[in-house]
């Protein structure tokens, strides 16, 4: 049978999102509460750069020799890295599903800052979707009477809001660097920034020896559903890609999250808050 290249592409963005849900839910089966949460973050941003230096290098790129470039690119990584540091400390309370649903905030942050510093079009659907993200969010922690705002609730948010912002600065910054470029430059900066923190090599050295595979693995899947992302959005319609992405990101960690990690209570909450979150992101991304 043959497969035509659209269908490949779609292909390409579902195990992207399939692999992007594998990373967070190893990187919430790893996650020690008796550990810095800044040894995690050098042992990501770390991981990350070992193997964007290969594709750096076979690639033959460059980084750009304007100074101001560089201004940017640090800012988007502090955003990032302060946004992964409260996404690290949920997982050291939260069920990995709930913060997976939570961080779709992000979306909404992004696609608000699009509106108001991009002049981007908005409509009255997408204005649904934003609605439908946010009902997603606030379902799993609807107890029948009041909302209970768990602290991993609060990490998990900050953590999204930060990512919102990434994406939007991302945006900028890519002008001046190739991606490639931008993500060595980004991960060397996270890693030595991650490097000055309290406890961050003591505590890195016991969480290495004990999760080794599992920490490889990590940074093997989060670099290969970067690089089937970006090669799907270059070739295909990124209101398809994204949705199929972020859907399928969204429903494999509540699925890896519930049966592998044995995260069963409110179950139901955690299916209506994918749910609606799942239909947020087509409005967002369709019309």
């Given at each position: ?204 050295l016991p969480i290495l020896r004990k999760y080794s595979w599992k920490i490889l693995l990590s940074r093997f899947t989060s670099f290969i559903a970067y690089l089937l992302f970006i090669y799907a959005i270059a070739r295909e319609k990124i209101s398809v890609v994204n949705t199929n992405y ?42």
């Open positions: 049978m043959k497969i035509n290249n659209m269908n490949i592409y779609l292909l390409f963005a579902l195990l992207g999102g399939v692999l992007s849900g594998l990373t967070e839910t190893i990187n919430k089966n790893i996650t020690e509460k008796k550990y810095s949460v800044f040894s995690y973050s050098l042992l990501q941003w770390g991981g990350n750069l070992l193997f964007y230096l290969l594709l750096f290098f076979i690639n033959k790129e460059v980084f750009p020799s304007s100074l101001s470039s560089y201004f940017s690119l640090l800012i988007v990584v502090l955003f990032a890295f302060i946004g992964n540091i409260f996404i690290i400390k949920a997982y050291k309370t939260e069920d990995v599903s709930n913060i997976n649903i939570i961080w779709r905030i992000s979306l909404v942050v992004n696609f608000l800052n699009g509106y108001l510093l991009l002049s981007e079009r908005i409509s009255y659907l997408n204005l649904l979707g934003i609605f439908l993200i946010l009902l997603g969010i606030i379902v799993i922690f609807y107890n029948g009477k009041s909302l209970h705002l768990s602290s991993g609730f609060i990490f998990a948010l900050s953590g999204g809001i930060c990512f919102g912002m990434v994406a939007y600065l991302n945006k900028i910054t890519l002008s001046n660097f190739s991606p490639v470029a931008f993500l060595v430059a980004a991960n060397i900066a996270g890693t030595t920034l991650s490097l000055f923190m309290p406890k961050a090599l003591p505590d890195m972020e859907t399928l990101s969204l429903l494999s960690v509540v699925i890896l999250g519930i049966f592998f990690l044995k995260e069963k209570s409110n179950f139901q909450q955690k299916l209506a808050g994918s749910l609606f979150c799942t239909l947020g992101i087509i409005l967002l991304n369709f019309f």
